[in-house]
């Protein structure tokens, strides 16, 4: 590891350990996203509660199935893993299908899960988990729709005392859409869960395609992770194989986009990313731009920032710490 890299690790140990609920639609990119964070439990950075999953990628079912394997790879079956919303608010469920196959995984062969699926709803575990905690302690990587997280402020608002803050991969602005010519998957998947989250008044870190596709997967990196001395490199490798090639030739971008594991990333190594603080809304009635973020960049509005969004990464000290946290696996 370069030592720019092991300089953000210095910081992230400096700090007091993060506490964080993964909120997740496995999802290839999840899958990387969830594993990266085991990884970096493992090399005690990390303290990973649970995993609460939502339709998103592909439906409930398959994204909870998802969530049990990928514990299971990391090693981690006494996982807690929740499943929450089947659908978005108002919107129709929109699915990912076409680029993460028909599991969610990219079709891989799954065996069956020894992580059980906690009885509880997401939603119920969070307000009970976040109305008990010591206050302003936990922080929710949002990298899936919002549904859940939007239920569980709306039912239950006192449950904002225990979280510290929030980190959504979600949303665009300079960068185009990528579901609609205006709008990102997620926030596009469920925009009236989005806009109740931006309005909630807790702190909020937001990754979106601007700075995602600047974490661009190649190649290079996919054999990086080939050719580790573990089960879960190679394993990742295949996985995001596929991924990748879906992703290059729509986007010809030299690579694939790695979104969800910035949110991880961001959560814990802050550094990495450039941040403007901006008010953000999320349009949830236009015919054409549903789903799309409206950022105030230059504070016309005179509205009170509500965002810390990212704008840059960087990429090489990320995909250093993503290596170390997947080689720290299994």
Known sequence: MTAHAQRYLELSRNRRKPQLII?????????????MALGLEKLDLV???????????VSLHNTS???????DW???SDMAVYAGAEKPFIKSLVTAQHVHGHNGLGGMQLHKAQTPLK?????????????????YSVT???????????????????????????????GSFFHPGNVTPMAEFNFYVDPHAAQIVLQAGVPLRILP?????????????????AQMGNDNGPRLATLLDHYERHEQASLHEGGAPLHDPCAIACAIFPELFEQKRVHVAVETQGQLTMGACVVDWWNKSKAVPNVNWATA???????????????ALP
């Open 74 to 76: 990391a090693g981690r």
């Open 140 to 170: 929710i990587c949002a990298v899936g729709p919002l549904t859940n997280i939007a239920q569980m402020l709306s039912l239950a608002p006192e449950a904002a005392r225990g979280i510290k803050e929030i980190v959504i991969m979600g």
């Open 313 to 327: 990464v960087d990429d090489v000290a990320f995909f250093e710490l993503f290596n170390a946290a997947i080689a």
């Open 23 to 35: 909120d997740t639609d496995p999802g290839q990119d999840d899958a990387a996203a969830i594993l």
């Open 209 to 225: 395609l601007d700075v995602t596709h600047q974490a661009l997967l190649t190649q290079a990196r996919i054999q990086d992770l």
């Open 47 to 57: 303290e990973v509660l649970a995993l609460t999953t939502v339709a998103g990628n």
């Open 119 to 135: 009885v509880l709803h997401a939603v119920a575990y969070m307000v009970d988990m976040l109305t008990h905690v010591e206050p």
């Open 65 to 71: 199935k998802n969530a049990c394997v990928i514990a």
